[in-house]
C-alpha cells in the first residue's frame, strides 16, 4: 500500500542554469552522522530516504543506515532500490521471455498484456553472443559479425521484439561494445532525472559479474542473479546486509611505466588476502586523482576477481571530464555536477577533510607499481614481468596446485608435431609448453582503457621490428568495443546506436 513519505519535508529545488529540478537533500536531516558515511554509503541512504512509505522501504531503514557505524557490524538488513537495470544476452534474454510470459497470461486472463513493462530503465547490449571464426584479415570483424547474425538469428529477433514491445526496455544491438563499456561509455547517468524533474544518483544491478565496473565513474552498482534483476525491473527493491566499507588509500606517484593493469593486479593481490567477501571497497587519497576513469574503471572491474560486492570511486572532476569527452550534453553534466555538490556526493581526494569512516583502511603506495602478471590459474597470483620465465618453468613441476602442474621432467620436454595450413600451402609447426596458440584482447577490464591499447600496440611493434612475427595458426582477435577508446576525432561526439537488428 503506497503512503506518505515521512521524509516529504527534505524534497527541495535546485536551480540550475535556467533549470529546476527537485531532490531529497541529505544534508537537510541535520544529522553529524552523515559526515561519517562512506560515499558509497550515502547513495544506500539516499535511495532509502526517497523510497521510504513505498515497497516496504521504512524509517528503520533509514536509521540503520544512517547509523551505519553502529550498525554494520550487527548484520542489519536494509531495503535498497537501485535505479535502473542492465543485463547482458545470454543472462538477459530470460529476463525478457519471463516479461513475455507475464504478458501471455494477462491476456489469456482478459486483462491487456501492454501493461506488462518494466518499471525501471532496463538495457540489454548484445555482446556475447560473438565467436572468433576468421582472424588475422583485415575483414575479420565484418564476417565474424555476419556469422553472429546467422548463428543467433531467432534470438535476435525475439530481442529485437522485446524492444519495441516493452516500454522502458532498450537494447543495444551486436557490435556496438562490450556491455560493461557500453554502461561506462554510454548508459551511465552518475545521477538520474526522472520524468518529473526529480534527480538522484544513478545506481545499477546487472546480471553480469563485471557490473561493478560502472563503480570507476562513481556509480554504485553490482551482479546479482536473474530473480533479483527481474525483481528490481518490476520496482521491487533488493533485501540486503549493510556492508562493512573498506577504505583503500592511494598515496605516491603513478610510475610512467606502469599501467593500470599492474595497479589492478596488485590491488587484487591485497584485497584477496584481506578477505573482503561481501564487503564494499571505497578508494580514498590524494593519489586517486592521478588515475584517469580508464584506470578506475580497469580497478573496479576486477571487483569479482578480489571478492568485494563493489570497488568504489566518487565523482569528481576528473569524472565530469570524462562525461564531457563521452559526449554527455552540458545541461546533463550541468546538473550532475550541482546536484552532487548540493548532496555532499561530489569528492576531492586532495581534501582529507572529506575522508570519511571507514571500518578498516589499505593504503596503497603507486611509486611501488612495477610490470607484473598474474597467475597461472588465480588473478591474485601476483607475478613481476621480470620473475615471470622462471616462475612459468617452476610451475610446470611444482606439485599440483594453484601456483603448479606437476610434470616430470620427462613431459615438461615433450612436444608434438602438428600440420597446419598457410597461403595453401601445408607446414609442420610443433606445440610445447608454454606454446601460445590464441593471442587475444578482448576483456572489458582493457579494452576500455586507451593508455593499455596503446600500450599493447607498441609492444606488437617492437615485436615486428625485432623480427617476430605471429604464425598463422595462432588464433588472434583484437575486440575494442568501445566507440570512444577507437574515435580518433579530437571532437569525440556521443555513442549512437541507431543500426537496426
Given at each position: 500500500m503506497?503512503?506518505?513519505n515521512?521524509?516529504?519535508?527534505?524534497?527541495?529545488?535546485l536551480?540550475?542554469?535556467?533549470?529546476?529540478?527537485q531532490?531529497?537533500s541529505?544534508?537537510?536531516?541535520?544529522?553529524?552522522?552523515?559526515?561519517k558515511?562512506?560515499?558509497?554509503?550515502?547513495?544506500?541512504?539516499?535511495?532509502?530516504?526517497?523510497?521510504?512509505?513505498?515497497?516496504?522501504?521504512?524509517?528503520?531503514?533509514?536509521?540503520?543506515?544512517?547509523?551505519?557505524e553502529?550498525?554494520?557490524?550487527?548484520?542489519?538488513?536494509?531495503?535498497?532500490?537501485?535505479?535502473r537495470?542492465?543485463l547482458?544476452?545470454?543472462?538477459g534474454?530470460?529476463?525478457?521471455?519471463?516479461?513475455?510470459?507475464m504478458r501471455?497470461t494477462?491476456?489469456r486472463?482478459?486483462?491487456?498484456?501492454d501493461?506488462i513493462?518494466?518499471?525501471?530503465?532496463?538495457?540489454?547490449?548484445?555482446?556475447?553472443?560473438?565467436?572468433?571464426?576468421?582472424y588475422?584479415?583485415?575483414?575479420?570483424l565484418?564476417?565474424n559479425?555476419?556469422?553472429?547474425?546467422?548463428?543467433?538469428a531467432?534470438?535476435?529477433?525475439?530481442?529485437?521484439?522485446?524492444a519495441?514491445?516493452?516500454?522502458?526496455?532498450?537494447?543495444?544491438?551486436?557490435?556496438?561494445?562490450?556491455?560493461h563499456?557500453?554502461?561506462?561509455e554510454?548508459?551511465?547517468?552518475c545521477?538520474?532525472?526522472?520524468?518529473a524533474?526529480?534527480?538522484?544518483?544513478?545506481?545499477?544491478v546487472?546480471?553480469d559479474?563485471?557490473t561493478?565496473?560502472?563503480?570507476g565513474?562513481g556509480?554504485?552498482?553490482?551482479?546479482?542473479?536473474?530473480?533479483?534483476?527481474?525483481g528490481?525491473?518490476?520496482d521491487?527493491?533488493?533485501?540486503?546486509?549493510?556492508?562493512?566499507?573498506?577504505?583503500?588509500?592511494?598515496?605516491?606517484?603513478?610510475p610512467?611505466?606502469?599501467?593500470a593493469?599492474?595497479?589492478?593486479?596488485?590491488?587484487?593481490k591485497?584485497?584477496?588476502?584481506?578477505?573482503?567477501?561481501?564487503?564494499?571497497?571505497?578508494?580514498?587519497?590524494?593519489?586517486?586523482?592521478q588515475?584517469?576513469?580508464?584506470?578506475?574503471?580497469?580497478?573496479?572491474?576486477?571487483?569479482?576477481?578480489?571478492?568485494?560486492?563493489?570497488c568504489?570511486?566518487?565523482?569528481?572532476?576528473?569524472?565530469l571530464?570524462?562525461?564531457?569527452?563521452t559526449?554527455?550534453?552540458?545541461?546533463?553534466?550541468a546538473y550532475?555536477?550541482?546536484?552532487?555538490?548540493?548532496?555532499?556526493?561530489?569528492?576531492?581526494?586532495?581534501?582529507?577533510?572529506?575522508?570519511?569512516v571507514?571500518t578498516d583502511v589499505l593504503?596503497?603506495?603507486?611509486?611501488t607499481?612495477?610490470?607484473?602478471?598474474s597467475?597461472?590459474?588465480?588473478?591474485h597470483?601476483y607475478v613481476?614481468?621480470?620473475?615471470?620465465?622462471?616462475?612459468f618453468?617452476?610451475?610446470?613441476?611444482?606439485?599440483?596446485?594453484?601456483?603448479?602442474?606437476?610434470?616430470?621432467?620427462?613431459?615438461?620436454?615433450?612436444k608434438?608435431?602438428?600440420?597446419?595450413?598457410?597461403?595453401?600451402?601445408?607446414?609442420?609447426?610443433?606445440l610445447?609448453?608454454?606454446?601460445?596458440?590464441i593471442?587475444?584482447?578482448?576483456?572489458?577490464?582493457?579494452?576500455?582503457?586507451?593508455?593499455?591499447?596503446?600500450?599493447?600496440?607498441?609492444?606488437?611493434?617492437?615485436?615486428?621490428?625485432?623480427?617476430?612475427?605471429?604464425?598463422?595458426?595462432?588464433?588472434?582477435?583484437?575486440?575494442?568495443?568501445?566507440?570512444v577508446?577507437?574515435?580518433t576525432?579530437?571532437?569525440?561526439?556521443?555513442?549512437?546506436?541507431?543500426?537496426?537488428?
Amino acid at each position: 500500500m503506497q503512503t506518505t513519505n515521512p521524509y516529504a519535508n527534505l524534497k527541495k529545488d535546485l536551480q540550475v542554469g535556467g533549470n529546476t529540478y527537485q531532490y531529497f537533500s541529505l544534508p537537510d536531516l541535520n544529522d553529524q552522522r552523515l559526515a561519517k558515511l562512506p560515499f558509497s554509503v550515502r547513495v544506500l541512504l539516499e535511495s532509502a530516504i526517497r523510497n521510504c512509505g513505498k515497497n516496504g522501504v521504512s524509517q528503520k531503514d533509514v536509521e540503520t543506515i544512517l547509523d551505519w557505524e553502529n550498525t554494520y557490524s550487527k548484520q542489519s538488513e536494509v531495503l535498497f532500490k537501485p535505479s535502473r537495470v542492465i543485463l547482458q544476452d545470454f543472462t538477459g534474454v530470460p529476463a525478457v521471455v519471463d516479461l513475455a510470459a507475464m504478458r501471455d497470461t494477462c491476456k489469456r486472463l482478459g486483462g491487456d498484456p501492454d501493461k506488462i513493462n518494466p518499471l525501471v530503465p532496463v538495457d540489454l547490449v548484445i555482446d556475447h553472443s560473438v565467436q572468433v571464426d576468421e582472424y588475422g584479415r583485415n575483414d575479420a570483424l565484418d564476417k565474424n559479425l555476419e556469422l553472429e547474425m546467422q548463428r543467433n538469428a531467432e534470438r535476435f529477433t525475439f530481442l529485437k521484439w522485446g524492444a519495441n514491445a516493452f516500454k522502458g526496455l532498450t537494447i543495444v544491438p551486436p557490435g556496438a561494445g562490450i556491455v560493461h563499456q557500453v554502461n561506462l561509455e554510454y548508459l551511465g547517468r552518475c545521477v538520474f532525472k526522472d520524468e518529473a524533474g526529480v534527480v538522484y544518483p544513478d545506481s545499477v544491478v546487472g546480471t553480469d559479474s563485471h557490473t561493478p565496473m560502472i563503480n570507476g565513474l562513481g556509480v554504485v552498482g553490482w551482479g546479482v542473479g536473474g530473480i533479483e534483476a527481474e525483481g528490481v525491473m518490476l520496482d521491487q527493491p533488493i533485501s540486503m546486509v549493510l556492508p562493512e566499507v573498506i577504505g583503500y588509500k592511494l598515496v605516491g606517484q603513478f610510475p610512467s611505466h606502469a599501467t593500470a593493469t599492474d595497479l589492478v593486479l596488485a590491488i587484487t593481490k591485497a584485497l584477496r588476502a584481506k578477505g573482503v567477501v561481501e564487503k564494499f571497497v571505497e578508494f580514498f587519497g590524494p593519489a586517486v586523482e592521478q588515475l584517469s576513469i580508464a584506470d578506475r574503471a580497469t580497478i573496479s572491474n576486477m571487483s569479482p576477481e578480489m571478492g568485494a560486492t563493489i570497488c568504489y570511486f566518487p565523482v569528481d572532476n576528473k569524472t565530469l571530464d570524462y562525461l564531457r569527452l563521452t559526449g554527455r550534453s552540458d545541461e546533463q553534466i550541468a546538473y550532475i555536477e550541482a546536484y552532487l555538490k548540493a548532496q555532499g556526493l561530489f569528492r576531492d581526494y586532495t581534501n582529507a577533510s572529506q575522508d570519511p569512516v571507514f571500518t578498516d583502511v589499505l593504503e596503497l603506495d603507486l611509486s611501488t607499481i612495477i610490470p607484473c602478471l598474474s597467475g597461472p590459474k588465480r588473478p591474485h597470483d601476483y607475478v613481476a614481468l621480470s620473475n615471470m620465465k622462471t616462475d612459468f618453468a617452476a610451475c610446470l613441476t611444482n606439485p599440483v596446485g594453484h601456483k603448479g602442474f606437476g610434470l616430470t621432467a620427462e613431459q615438461v620436454s615433450k612436444k608434438v608435431s602438428f600440420e597446419y595450413e598457410e597461403n595453401g600451402e601445408k607446414k609442420q609447426g610443433t606445440l610445447t609448453h608454454g606454446s601460445v596458440v590464441i593471442a587475444a584482447i578482448t576483456s572489458c577490464t582493457n579494452t576500455s582503457n586507451p593508455s593499455v591499447m596503446i600500450a599493447a600496440g607498441l609492444v606488437a611493434r617492437n615485436a615486428v621490428k625485432k623480427g617476430l612475427k605471429v604464425p598463422s595458426y595462432i588464433k588472434t582477435s583484437l575486440a575494442p568495443g568501445s566507440g570512444v577508446v577507437t574515435d580518433t576525432s579530437l571532437n569525440p561526439r556521443p555513442l549512437r546506436f541507431a543500426a537496426a537488428l
